[in-house]
């Protein structure tokens, strides 16, 4: 069993940045991958971005690629998503999510967070 929780969302203006955080607890978690992702309002969850804990490898969806950082700190058992260059259409709920075995599609990843609001607008 592995438990997820966000923080860092909020309210920003087109152009700027946002840290999303995902705590993590539970055991075994080197055999994990950590997955964020969000879903707009009438929209399919999207998958933005994973992270190994083991090794870090990463994975990005073209829609955040340059834009977005996803890594992690395995001694606070955290991943950070670190978004710069804001656009509306970022806006959504964010979600990480946990799986060991999967990279963006949410099908595969059982474990999931609360959840962060991302709002961009002016």
């Known amino acids: 069993q592995v438990q997820l929780v966000e923080s860092g969302g909020g309210l920003v203006q087109p152009g700027g940045s946002l840290r999303l955080s995902c705590a993590i607890s539970g055991f075994g978690l080197d055999t994990y991958a950590i997955g964020w992702f969000r879903q707009a309002p009438g929209k399919e969850r999207e998958g933005v971005s994973c992270?190994?804990?083991?090794?870090?490898?990463?994975v990005y969806a073209d829609s955040v690629k340059g834009r977005f950082t996803i890594s992690r700190d395995k001694a606070k058992n955290t991943v950070t998503l670190q978004m710069n260059s804001l656009k509306p259409e970022d806006t959504a709920i964010y979600y990480c999510?946990?799986?060991?075995?999967?990279?963006?599609?949410?099908?595969?990843?059982?474990?999931w967070g609360q959840g962060t609001q991302v709002t961009v607008s002016s």
């Open positions: 992270i190994s804990l083991s090794d870090g490898n990463t």
């Open positions: 999510a946990a799986t060991q075995w999967g990279m963006l599609n949410a099908d595969e990843y059982p474990y």
